[in-house]
Structures are given as C-alpha cells and as structure tokens.
C-alpha cells in the first residue's frame, strides 16, 4: 500500500477531509482527527482506535502497531502502509471514523441543567 492509496482511502469515507496538524497529514471527519500520514523515516499511518481495536489488529497483522506512550495505550495505532493489506487497512479506517463519529455525538448531546448555587 503507498500514501496515495492510504490518502484515498480515508477520502473516500463520508465527511472526511484532510488538513494539517504539526507538519504532517491529518484527516477528520465529525471535527476530530481519526487518521494521520506521516513521513519520518518510511510513510506510515496513524489510526486512532480504541484499545481493544488495536489489539485486535495488531493480532491479526504485524503491519500494525501502538504509537509510543500513552498515545499508543489510549488506542493510537501505527500503521506500515508497505506491510498491510488494503481490506484490514478498511477496516481499520472505517473504525476510526465511527469512533470520531461515536465522540463527536456524545460530546453533542444536550446536558441536563445543574442547580446554581450563588454564595453571597
């Protein structure tokens, strides 16, 4: 799999769009990054997952595996575009997207009123 070929990728799903954030890709959809593209050494992306996803993954491909720190234990998920199939790296995406999709509507739900209380 190349950049081109992850960047469609992730294009071709609903709403997503690329932008910039510390001078690599980002991509978002719902207003929040779901995946990056980066080019340190060899290009690779980056799929933010749940913990549980990753592991998942990370089981069934050694092209993927968690970012370092706490970014990685959270579900960040690196990926080696030249080890990867592209059906797993569907999935992977499309998982990323839902998780954006998942917390943008929870951060949008209404929240119910708290009592004031005014000291005076």
Do not use: Y
């Not at 080890?83 to 499309?94: F, I, K, N, P, S």
């Amino acid at each position: 799999m190349t950049e081109r070929d992850f960047r469609q990728m992730v294009l071709s799903l609903d709403g997503a769009v690329e932008g910039s954030h510390m001078g690599h890709a980002d991509f978002r959809a719902h207003g929040r990054i779901f995946a990056t593209l980066r080019h340190d050494q060899a290009a690779f992306g980056v799929v933010m997952l749940t913990p549980e996803q990753q592991q998942e993954l990370i089981a069934r491909s050694p092209g993927f595996t968690p970012e370092s720190g706490a970014w990685g234990r959270a579900g960040c998920t690196r990926v080696q575009l030249e080890m990867v199939d592209r059906d797993v790296v569907g999935e992977a995406l499309t998982l990323a997207w839902q998780n954006a999709a998942a917390k943008a509507a929870s951060r949008n739900k209404p929240r119910t009123a708290r009592k004031r209380v005014v000291r005076r």
